[in-house]
């Protein structure tokens, strides 16, 4: 059959490429925004934007011969509040544009393709050709090699190797199956090998890539609760000032005509001190940090559901992990050889390497290399006679192996030897029995090998504890979160690999109920609770986390539960998901602290400026020495504009995260943003009034 391939650029690393919007673009933006039902929704830039339109009338009036100023100075003042708003419109349209490109490139995955859709769910059944427009959820379409899954779904019967690039990135296949925690299915990704029959869970249009979409497009993004408190203090902050400027025109002219002399101050005047004294900077810059900040999310392959997710993330203080992929490697490791009284360890390992060669699980190959490693066979030694008879292993029996001749090679867990030699007239040996508790105080896995009815020794096999862990929460506990390890490991197990991997707390025997009553307890406790997942049996605790990073590999009912995805389905994304949520509050605070402090600077240029014609005893006041009133409030007006424009990159990068504790973030905040928002404008506004200086 036909099929439409989904066609995405990728880069050297196997990402799509996604198109950067040009200048011109973010221009066209940029005018676009100024439509007065855009603008009335930043409240702080919505008054310079009406306070652009005041100065335009007035330089128009001016031209008419009804000044208030000399008509130059009032179309300069206007032309650079226009630049403030494009400015800020510009920030917001750059922000949004990263965040359409990437729409797009998930777009170009999103393909028409013809699927078999069955009649029952079952291989042999009987099919019909079927847009996947047309497939609704409930259908059961069957997807063989070289083929594109044409929706949502999850895996009812068979195997297969599938090509998720287009969505991840990532160029290694993946293996989906039915049962289990990794039978979900993308639409749009491609079956490498074999094949699989799906039941479709999602409608044309509610499909996964169709939510991704949806949730990358900055425009759509809501505003978080910080961000609302935040806007409220600058809506406070703009009522307040708004009230100062508007009542100081009818003092200044009742000054005037109490004293005789001065001159009133004018209205384009009091239009730029309000435009200088409001927070336009983080105004400005608030929506484009939001947005960034969802960028740089999708940009570590995450999809956050809302800006609310990612907000959360960054005051995340406990997070949950599981034990097996994230914090170890996911597969036990042969480590050790443990020889019986009388055996010979060359003798231990050669049985078990024997033993292990037709086990093909991570574990079975694992003790081939550890006994290849003390002098057991070699790499071209690895063919079992014609005769051999592989005993596999089954839960019945626990136990695998080999019939070579005579000899009944056997590894497996201890009972279960014990059985298999006590029932052939042997004895299970008491250091052996030693041997075995030993292992397991250590957190470990005992197998033990037996060659007939005598038992060689024990294999030791541990989880292996990902290098850089330890280091990894070592940086989170210096943030102040706490890590908590889940495992249905018995506590001595648990308890080895806790202390190991250097975690705070762990929790062993773990089932569905108790992770969600350990989530609730933290919450009770006033805790903010991050946690991954992939399972169906970890939906409730998903659910209830504050931050829930759901596999894209897992089950459909665990990418529900959570309010985040990540593509590359790897739970230690976590760590990196809190880090980009804490650098967005920190560009929020940094920017705010920036602006707040930039404010009381140019107090001290244009405050002394607008009043000294009504009182020439400010013009002390003037620590600047700038060199007119008129330069002094047109610097400051330009340095306003232009502040906004050197603050993009920052909006859009982030404040570089280190972890530390919140008190020392909060003084290097203020050391650096603080004092740096006194300092800027006293050195902005005297070279620009330098420069303005000749031209006036």
């Given at each position: ?121 079952r291989?042999?059944s ?50 989906r ?7 979900s ?107 960034a ?12 559901i ?43 390992a050669?049985?078990?390497r ?7 699980t ?100 541990k989880?292996?504890?990902?290098d ?65 997942g ?155 009034d330098?420069?303005?200086?000749p031209?006036?």
């Open positions: 059959m036909s099929t439409l391939e989904p066609t995405v650029p990728t880069n050297l690393e196997g990402r799509p490429v996604i198109a950067q919007p040009g200048i011109g673009a973010i221009l066209i933006a940029a005018f676009a925004k100024l439509a007065p039902a855009t603008q009335w929704k930043n409240p702080v830039m919505f008054v310079v934007y009406l306070g652009s339109i005041l100065t335009t009338i007035l330089g128009i009036q001016a031209l008419r011969g009804h000044a208030d100023a000399p008509t130059g100075f009032v179309f300069a003042i206007a032309g650079w509040l226009w630049f403030t708003v494009l400015f800020a419109n510009a920030a917001e349209a750059l922000a949004e544009g990263r965040g359409k490109a990437q729409a797009e490139a998930l777009r170009a995955a999103k393909k028409r393709v013809h699927a078999k859709v069955l009649r029952e769910p291989y042999e009987t099919w019909h050709i079927a847009g996947s427009d047309e497939i609704t959820a409930g259908a059961f379409v069957l997807v063989e090699a070289g083929e594109v899954i044409p929706a949502d779904g999850e895996v009812v019967e068979g195997i297969a190797s599938v090509d998720e690039s287009a969505i991840t990135g990532e160029s290694a296949p993946v293996v199956e039915s049962g289990g925690d990794f039978s299915v993308t639409g749009g990704t491609r079956v490498l090998s074999d094949w699989i029959i799906m039941r479709v869970t999602a409608n044309p249009g509610e499909a996964f890539l169709d939510r991704m979409i949806a949730m990358v497009e900055g425009a759509r993004r809501g505003k978080t609760p910080n961000e609302v408190a935040l806007t409220i203090l600058l809506v406070a902050l703009t009522a307040i000032f708004l009230m100062v400027c508007a009542s100081l025109l009818p003092f200044s002219s009742l000054s005037v005509a109490l004293s005789g002399h001065g001159e009133v101050v004018s209205v384009t005047v009091l239009v730029a001190l309000l435009v200088c004294l409001i927070p336009t900077t983080i105004g400005a810059l608030l929506s484009a940090i939001g947005i900040g969802m960028s740089r999310m999708l940009k570590a392959n995450v999809i956050a809302s800006g609310r997710a990612i907000e959360a993330a960054g005051d995340v203080d406990v997070l949950l992990l599981d034990k097996t992929g994230t914090i170890t490697l996911g597969n036990r490791q042969a480590t050790a050889f443990h020889a019986a009284s009388g055996v010979a360890e060359p003798a231990l050669e049985a078990a024997l033993a292990s060669l037709a086990d093909d991570p574990e079975g190959r694992s003790v081939v290399v550890l006994a290849r490693g003390r002098g057991a066979g070699s790499t071209g030694d690895d063919a079992l006679p014609p005769s051999h008879v592989a005993v596999p292993f089954t839960a019945r029996t626990r136990m695998s192996g080999v019939d070579i001749g005579e000899r009944l090679l056997r590894k497996g867990a201890a009972t279960a030897v014990r059985a298999h030699v006590e029932s052939l007239g042997g004895v299970f040996p008491a250091d052996v029995e030693r041997s075995v508790d030993t292992v397991s105080r250590r957190g470990a896995t005992p197998l033990v090998v037996a060659d007939g009815h005598r038992v060689l020794g024990v294999i030791e096999l989880d292996i504890v990902k850089g862990i330890k280091t990894q929460f070592a940086q989170l506990r210096k943030m102040g979160i706490a890590t908590v390890m889940i495992t249905g490991d018995n506590r001595l197990t648990a308890a080895a690999i806790a202390a190991e991997a250097g975690v705070d707390d762990f929790l062993a025997e773990a089932t569905p109920e108790d992770k969600l009553a350990l989530i609730r307890r933290y919450q009770d406790e006033g805790h903010l609770v991050a946690m991954t992939d399972g169906t049996n970890d939906a409730p605790a998903l659910a209830q986390a504050d931050v829930a990073v759901a596999m894209n590999s897992g089950t459909q009912a665990a990418k529900e539960a959570g309010n985040m995805v990540d593509l590359d389905s790897n739970p230690t994304k976590l760590l990196q998901v809190v880090e980009v949520g804490k650098q967005m509050i920190m560009t929020r605070g940094a920017l705010t602290t920036f602006s707040v402090a930039n404010d009381l600077a140019k107090y001290f240029a244009i405050i002394p400026a607008a009043f000294v014609a009504t009182y020439p005893s400010l013009d002390a006041l003037n620590v600047m020495h700038l060199h007119t009133p008129a330069s002094a409030i047109l610097s400051a007006v330009i340095f306003n504009a232009l502040i906004i424009v050197v603050l993009i990159p920052l909006a859009l990068r982030g404040v570089r995260y280190r972890p530390a504790p919140a008190k020392d973030l909060l003084t290097r905040n203020l050391l650096v943003y603080g004092v740096g928002g006194l300092i800027a404008p006293f050195i902005g506004i005297k070279l620009i330098l420069i303005l200086t031209l006036m």
